[in-house]
């Protein structure tokens, strides 16, 4: 389950862009409380410009966000977490960085999928889900006007681990359930305080989603040959292309090693990562628009879009 973490503003600062771990400078010595749920959910929340159904079931749904102005919109397709389960939380958490990016002339593909607590989620249910609501933006791309050449991929918390599946889909062995003939192409992911691998996650109880939604999600092991060989991110290396990790240095939900350890496997098999932990930062503050953390993500997003 998602615990509340406490927050106080900071001032923004750029995150450096290199590749390998980056770290925000501290500020001056003092008490820091990170934000807790509510701090950002109790907010006025802003609405999407369209929703569209990629199924029949009522959480197969994209919102769809879209710049003013003319010509086609570079785009982002976003993920959210909430620990793979739909009552713990949906696409609607991701409002306001959605927002911000749209307003930034970037638009925003929002996509919501079957959490492990639904029918038909799980195996192979939810990333089913995740993969026809990611294809879907192709169909969509001329009605919105959406420039589909350079995708970039946020995921935040459990949509840090589907944001990077979803880049990984090439990977996946014909012989799989999940297995797409052309998925959709995605250049660039950004993973904030995610779960990309998802043995280490089932290894952790210190992770606030704890370790039995692992198995509702991928399968009991013996349940098939190997229930992580086309779920987690590490087994479908190298995703030949960029991968950013934004994790915050005081997250209490999701631990730093995480993070680290996929670097470390990623860049084993060659791929190209850059940590970057941002101090004086929780959980929550990765999907507030004003931190630091968002700062740093959004640069990162403007850079990806511009092909650098």
């Known amino acids: 389950m998602l615990h509340p973490i406490p927050f106080r ?19 001056a010595p003092a008490s820091f409380t990170p934000l807790k749920w509510p701090d950002l959910t109790k907010r006025p929340q802003p609405k999407p410009d369209a929703t569209i159904a990629y ?6 749904k994209v919102d769809v966000w879209i710049p003013a102005g003319r010509g086609q919109h570079p ?27 749209r307003k930034s002339g970037v638009a925003v593909w929002n996509i919501e999928y079957r959490g492990v607590d639904r029918p038909g989620g799980g195996y192979p249910g939810t990333f089913r889900d995740a993969a026809a609501a990611a294809d879907a933006l192709r169909k969509h791309a001329t009605e919105f006007h959406l420039d589909t050449k350079r995708i970039v991929a946020v995921g935040h918390s459990a949509g840090g681990h589907l944001a990077l599946w979803l880049a990984a889909r090439p990977r996946i062995a014909h012989s799989s359930p999940l297995y797409t003939a052309q998925p959709l192409k995605i250049a660039r992911v950004i993973s904030l305080g995610g779960l990309p691998d998802l043995e280490a996650t089932a290894a952790s109880p210190d992770n606030g989603c704890g370790v039995d939604v692992v198995a509702q999600l991928v399968g009991k092991p013996g349940s098939r040959i ?44 060659g791929d190209t990562v850059a940590l970057h932990v941002i101090d ?8 507030a628009p004003e931190t630091a953390a968002w700062a740093a993500t959004k640069q990162l997003i403007q850079t990806a879009l511009a092909g650098r």
């Open 9 to 27: 503003l900071v001032s923004i600062a750029l995150l450096a862009l290199s590749v390998g771990m980056t770290s925000l400078p501290a500020a």
């Open 280 to 287: 004086r930062t929780g959980h929550v503050e990765l999907i």
């Open 55 to 60: 199924g029949d079931d009522a959480l197969q």
């Open 226 to 269: 190997d229930v992580y060989g086309d779920t987690s991110v590490p087994r479908l290396l190298p995703l030949g292309l960029r991968q950013d990790l934004v994790n915050g240095r005081e997250d209490k939900i999701i631990p730093l090693r995480l993070a680290t350890g996929y670097e470390a496997q990623a860049r084993a098999k």
């Open 75 to 101: 785009v982002v397709l976003m993920v959210h977490g909430g620990c793979w389960t739909t009552k713990i939380a949906d696409r609607s958490l991701m409002n306001w960085i959605a927002d911000d990016l």
